[in-house]
């Protein structure tokens, strides 16, 4: 099956959202960025800008392809204007009800024959999301990893329902379009790349909790001692850490594995928002 995705939807214009966004706007494709409201919009155009400017500033391209990029994205505040898209991924908060709830609207709004629903979920089962839907068959996993624009994979979740068309179309869009390397995966909270990523994380948190390391010396020791571009308590502050929470929930509750279970400190920073890179301060303290 040869899907022709010309046109793509990205539902939520956070971080990943707008990495996504970049992404395909970069490849040619005729973007459309669905945020809650005007305010949320404007934050996501100002996020592409930015990252658009550094990818400029680091000689990974000219301005002038960067400045079409930016103009080949739309913002919209309504769902309904997805409903000539090919493809639309999802990248809204990591929460299963706010997911499902917008899998079922689109559902009822994408109306392009043969238009896949994608989910950029990191461990929120695919198959949920498409009995949401009356296409579980066009419904798929393509996760991006934090930021975007950098980072070369995906990965691609096959649920139960989706078929090899939907899976095989995209993991080709994925390399041919949009310049990434897939790997598959099948349905199973935390995929591939999370199942074995969250519980080190993991483990460098409670390394922080108990006094065992000091969380600069944790980094360091990964960085240096690894050569890992950044330490785990970096990373997790990158990624966020109510999403870290939110993944070691998933899995918690699909394995029962006591390393998954998120340490009481993660927990109490979340509640206290301090979210690591986006509210300022988790880990590290940043400007
Ligand atoms: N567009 C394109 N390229 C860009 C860019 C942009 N906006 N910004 C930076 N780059 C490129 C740079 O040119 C550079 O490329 P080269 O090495 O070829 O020169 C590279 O990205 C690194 O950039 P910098 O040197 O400026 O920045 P850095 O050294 O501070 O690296 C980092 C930043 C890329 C984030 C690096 O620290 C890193 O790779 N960290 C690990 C990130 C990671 O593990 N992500 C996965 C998170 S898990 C996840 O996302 C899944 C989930 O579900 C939670």
Redesign the pocket.
């Known amino acids: 099956m040869t899907l022709g995705i010309e046109r793509v939807g990205v539902v939520g214009g956070g971080r990943m959202g707008a990495g996504i966004a970049e992404v395909c706007a970069r490849a040619g494709l005729d973007t459309l960025v669905c945020e809650v409201d005007a305010t949320a919009a404007r934050r996501a155009r100002e996020r592409v800008a930015a ?2 400017e ?2 400029v500033d ?3 391209t000219d301005r002038p392809t960067a400045e079409h990029a930016l103009a080949r994205l739309v913002f919209t505040g309504s769902l309904d204007d997805l409903a000539d898209r090919h493809l639309v991924v999802e990248a809204a908060v990591e929460n299963p009800d706010v997911k499902t709830e917008i899998f079922t609207a689109l559902d009822k709004i994408v109306e392009e024959p043969g238009a896949v629903l994608a989910t950029n979920t ?1 461990s929120i089962p695919v198959m949920r999301l498409g009995m949401a839907t009356g296409r579980a068959d066009r419904v798929l996993g393509l ?1 991006f ?3 975007v ?3 070369p994979l995906v990965e691609i979740v096959t649920s139960l329902h989706t078929s090899a068309e939907t899976a095989s179309a995209v993991e080709e869009f994925a390399a041919a379009t949009l310049g990434k390397t897939a790997i598959r995966s099948q349905d199973r909270a935390g995929f591939v ?2 199942s074995l ?1 969250i519980p080190y994380l993991l483990a460098a948190v409670r390394m922080a909790e108990s006094g065992f390391a000091t969380a600069a010396d944790v980094d360091a020791g990964m960085e240096l001692g690894c050569a890992h ?2 330490g785990p308590l970096k ?1 997790a502050d ?2 966020g850490l109510d ?2 929470a939110s ?1 070691a929930r998933s899995l918690y509750e699909e394995f029962k594995e006591p390393l998954y279970a998120p340490p009481p400190l993660l927990q109490r920073m979340v509640e206290a928002g301090l979210l690591g890179r986006k509210t300022g301060r988790g880990f590290h303290t940043y400007d």
């Open positions: 990252s658009l550094r990818a680091r000689g990974k990191s996760h990893f934090n930021p624009p950098v980072m790349v999370n990523l571009p950044m990373l990158l990624i999403t870290v993944i």
